[in-house]
């Protein structure tokens, strides 16, 4: 079965850097874009940006454009998010999850990793 | 970017009811467009893709319609179940921008 296990939560200070790995499993990893979605605290759902693990190519959200760094290894199934210069306004759940599409078309998001929960405070 | 615009924002409705939620893209998205429900602490799950298509496993009062611009999620009988947010989401480009989300709420 499919799984994505994401890595704990953590606390950081504002200014410093958070890296969430996102580690897959049941299927072929790089077969299926992988999308980073975080949601603050009683917000909505926000699109960071995907990464495609078969080439290692990434689309970011402008919003996240030179604070955010997409990465995979395909050789543990794993993908990454870093963030650096955190701020208080960062203190999110970070969802990694995987897209589908059907007949190579109508792009979906199928499964979910649990969420890590990034505080920041100082 | 495509701006996506859910309304009504929260609505408040009872067991049986039929609920309606719209959502509006800033352009044409053909039919690009996904439903997701978001249980409390937990991760979205999909709803409807591709506008009507119901994922496998989905309960079949729930239904999608629309295309181009304007659609909607229809709950045709409201479960107990069903109270969450709801959120849409457009897959014709990237970014994946969501709608701001739908609460529905018990009356």
């Known amino acids: 079965q499919v799984q994505l296990v994401q890595s704990g939560a953590e606390v950081k200070k504002p200014g410093a850097s958070v890296k969430v790995s996102c580690k897959a499993s049941g299927y072929t990893f790089t077969g299926y874009y992988l999308h980073w979605v975080r949601q603050a605290p009683g917000q909505g759902l926000e699109w960071m940006g995907r990464?495609?693990?078969?080439?290692?190519?990434?689309n970011y959200a402008q919003k996240f454009q030179g604070r955010v760094t997409m990465t995979r290894d395909t050789s543990i199934s794993t993908a990454y998010m870093e963030l650096s210069r955190l701020r208080s306004d960062d203190t999110a759940v970070y969802y990694c999850?995987?897209?589908?599409?059907?007949?190579?078309?109508?792009?979906?998001?199928?499964?979910w990793g649990q969420g890590t929960l990034v505080t920041v405070s100082s | 970017d495509i701006q996506m615009t859910q309304s009504p924002s929260s609505l408040s409705a009872s067991v049986g009811d039929r609920v309606i939620i719209t959502c509006r893209a800033s352009q044409n998205i053909t039919n690009y467009l996904n439903w997701y429900q978001q249980k409390p602490g937990k991760a979205p799950k999909i709803l409807i893709y591709a506008a009507s298509s119901l994922q496998s496993g989905v309960p079949s009062r729930f239904s999608g319609s629309g295309s181009g611009t304007d659609f909607t999620l229809t709950i045709s009988s409201l479960q107990p179940e069903d109270f969450a947010p709801y959120y849409c989401?457009?897959?014709?480009?990237?970014?994946?921008?969501f709608g701001q989300g739908t609460k529905v709420e018990i009356k």
């Open positions: 999850a995987r897209e589908r599409e059907i007949h190579d078309q109508w792009p979906f998001i199928d499964y």
């Open positions: 990464i495609n693990p078969n080439s290692g190519g990434t």
């Open positions: 989401q457009q897959s014709y480009s990237t970014p994946r921008t």
